[in-house]
T-cell receptor, first 111, second 116 residues
């Protein structure tokens, strides 16, 4: 079982729709969870992090964490073509400084 | 806040030469810096973790004598690719973490290395 799993996609949504990106992780000792966006040919850019169960909202983005189910998701409301990118889920385990990344989900938002 | 820079953004070198890449945290002190490599259409691969004043910790399979890392201060880390070969051509990205709360990593813009 991979440590951090994401559907590679592509996930295609029309402009204005809600995009839902999912991530599961295997280590119950995981402590913090991060979503990064990576445009083709660019480096990852932090969208948001979450470490408590429940929802965390930042603008059009909402991260959801369910530690019992070992599941973290990212919702993007009012999706825009500029949101088209690969979204990386990353997990930090307690006592470690490194992140474990999923392979990323490609999101395509069509005008 | 939390801006990380890298220099150079692109470099082309001849096989056998060495290339140094700088990573700086511009507006915060980074307790830990990380170096990643990414090949086209592939995932980020962590190469090493470095703490200021300490030797870097390399991931399995990464040659420490080939990829020299120096973390001279809380705002600067360098990666030197020694005796570069065409197979070292890749996108090298550094990140820096604040060591606070969630220890969030902020990424630099990356350096694209092409070895001829």
């Amino acid at each position: 079982q991979k440590e951090v799993e994401q559907n590679s996609g592509p996930l295609s949504v029309p402009e204005g729709a809600i995009a839902s990106l999912n991530c599961t992780y295997s280590d119950r000792g995981s402590q913090s969870f991060f979503w990064y966006r990576q445009y083709s040919g660019k480096s990852p850019e932090l969208i948001m992090f979450i470490y408590s169960n429940g929802d965390k909202e930042d603008g059009r983005f909402t991260a959801q964490l369910n530690k019992a189910s070992q599941y973290v998701s990212l919702l993007i409301r009012d999706s825009q073509p500029s949101d088209s990118a690969t979204y990386l889920c990353a997990v930090k385990k307690s006592g470690y400084s490194t992140l474990t990344f999923g392979k990323g989900t490609m999101l395509l938002v069509s005008p | 806040g939390a801006v990380v820079s890298q220099h150079p953004s692109r470099v082309i070198c001849k096989s056998g030469t060495s290339v140094k890449i700088e990573c700086r945290s511009l507006d915060f002190q980074a307790t830990t810096m990380f170096w990643y490599r990414q090949f086209p259409k592939q995932s980020l691969m962590l190469m090493a973790t470095s703490n200021e004043g300490s030797k870097a910790t390399y991931e399995q399979g990464v040659e420490k004598d080939k990829f020299l890392i120096n973390h001279a201060s809380l705002t600067l880390s360098t990666l030197t690719v020694t005796s570069a070969h065409p197979e070292d051509s890749s996108f090298y990205i550094c990140s820096a973490s604040t060591g606070i709360v969630t220890d969030t990593q902020y990424f630099g813009p990356g350096t694209r290395l092409t070895v001829l």
